[in-house]
């Protein structure tokens, strides 16, 4: 039996690494792992206890009360399963967003969550993305690659995209961009930075085609699909 294969994504917020991992993942006939929805699950359930994403104390009192899954629909559609509740719906928010900066911080919680995602790889082929995959997480990923965008245009797409359902403030969402990037890069514990072996691709001046496009190029040097 051959090898999984494995591409991990890292890069700052609002990359867009879901977007295109997701439907990377969908073209290839892999599974996606979503791990920015697995520490958000993380931080809705901290928040769910009043526990805050800094107070690690709370976080290793109440953490063993925590039991954490991944499941997928016919669509490949991750679901984030917590304490046997779907709570897909319920973590996309700025706030467990940047929560989840923060909780992500701790090594008591990556550790609880590193096996689930390495059993993941060792397993099924997968596109993963995250802050820290092609560092820590799958050190040995068939292919890494860096998405990247500046902090403006992120900001300008993500106001474009919270737009099409409800109004959305351009600086403040980029205020949040900057504020997360700060917290991703300056943390102790995985922070986020550019694996040696990973090629980078901006996406400032690329559509979403453009950008699979890209990437496809990118995997095709390194593995047969």
Known sequence: MAKPISIAIDGPAGAGKSTIARRLAKELGFYY????????????????????????????????????????????????????????????????????????????VRDLLLDMQREMAEKHNVIMDGRDIGTVVLPKATVKIFLTATPEVRAKRRTELIAK????????????????????????IAPLKMARDSVKLDTSELDIDGVIAAMKEIIARKVTL
């Open 33 to 108: 792992v979503d791990t920015g929805a697995i520490y958000r699950t993380v931080a809705y359930f901290f928040d769910l206890w009043g526990v805050s994403p800094k107070d690690i104390d709370g976080i290793t009192r109440y953490i063993d009360e925590l039991t954490i899954g991944i499941e997928y629909d016919d669509e490949g559609v991750q679901h984030m399963i917590m304490n046997g509740m779907d709570v897909t719906g319920d973590i996309r928010t700025p706030d467990l967003s940047q929560k989840a900066s923060l909780v992500s911080a701790h090594a008591i």
């Open 165 to 188: 359902g409800q109004k959305a403030d351009y600086n403040k969402i980029l205020k949040d961009i900057q504020q997360r990037d700060y917290q991703d890069t300056h943390r102790e």
